[in-house]
T-cell receptor
Framework: GAVVSQHPSRVICKSGTSVKIECRSL??????MFWYRQFPKQSLMLMAT?????????EQGVEKDKFLINHASLTLSTLTVTSAHPEDSSFYIC????????????FGQGTRLTVV | SQQGEEDPQALSIQEGENATMNCSYK?????LQWYRQNSGRGLVHLIL?????REKHSGRLRVTLDTSKKSSSLLITASRAADTASYFC????????????FGKGTHLIIQP
């Protein structure tokens, strides 16, 4: 199956700093990528939809100025957590949708962010 | 928004037994997918069933979909200790263009 690579897998940062997470589709072009967040022992919640060459669409309650998304190419989307706080500590995971609809979405390995 | 609800939330069975997990959803869908997640790790895609399908098999997995009841079930037969994980259903509308809506998950423990 298709491969989506997410980097880094783990990151620890200090409060107030920014962290960038990369999501790459390695063997297919993804016009649409998605970013999810998962708190401990909870399910995944969609944060935003990232479309190549256009602004991301954020879900209700997700601050677009805090979670900056850039989808500059058909194989790369980045999520930057700006001015991170301890409450931003979570598991962030991306997925990419191949061009064909109604098919499997491919997920990255996830990034465990810890803000201290 | 969270629309899927799995039950049970937690399930503990003996190795070799069958495990059944259920998922209900609220809106119309194009497909429903089941994923497995080992503790603190990424998602493993198990199976996708489209809205015009009623049942699908993959190895020891059997998934059913009842769109009239807006529900799905995942059956794992002859369970193994390695099946211990959290299982999530996720629904897609508009072919997945709006992302997936995940259920709350079932934590499955297989006792050796």
């Amino acid at each position: 199956g298709a491969v989506v690579s997410q980097h880094p897998s783990r990151v620890i940062c200090k409060s107030g700093t920014s962290v960038k997470i990369e999501c790459r589709s390695l063997d297919f072009q993804a016009t649409t990528m998605f970013w999810y967040r998962q708190f401990p022992k909870q399910s995944l919640m969609l944060m935003a939809t990232s479309n190549e060459g256009s602004k991301a669409t954020y879900e209700q309650g997700v601050e677009k100025d805090k979670f900056l998304i850039n989808h500059a190419s058909l194989t790369l989307s980045t999520l930057t957590v700006t001015s991170a706080h301890p409450e931003d500590s979570s598991f962030y995971i991306c997925s990419a949708l191949p061009g064909q609809r109604n098919t499997e979405a491919f997920f990255g390995q996830g990034t465990r962010l810890t803000v201290v | 928004s969270q629309q899927g609800e799995e039950d049970p939330q937690a399930l503990s069975i003996q190795e070799g037994e069958n495990a059944t997990m259920n998922c209900s959803y609220k809106t119309s869908i194009n497909n429903l997918q089941w994923y497995r997640q080992n503790s603190g790790r990424g998602l493993v895609h198990l199976i996708l069933i489209r809205s015009n399908e009623r049942e699908k098999h993959s190895g020891r997995l059997r998934v059913t979909l009842d769109t009239s009841k807006k529900s799905s079930s995942l059956l794992i037969t002859a369970s193994r200790a390695a099946d211990t994980a959290s299982y999530f259903c996720a629904t897609a509308s508009r072919g997945g263009a709006d992302g997936l809506t995940f259920g709350k998950g079932t934590h499955l423990i297989i006792q050796p």
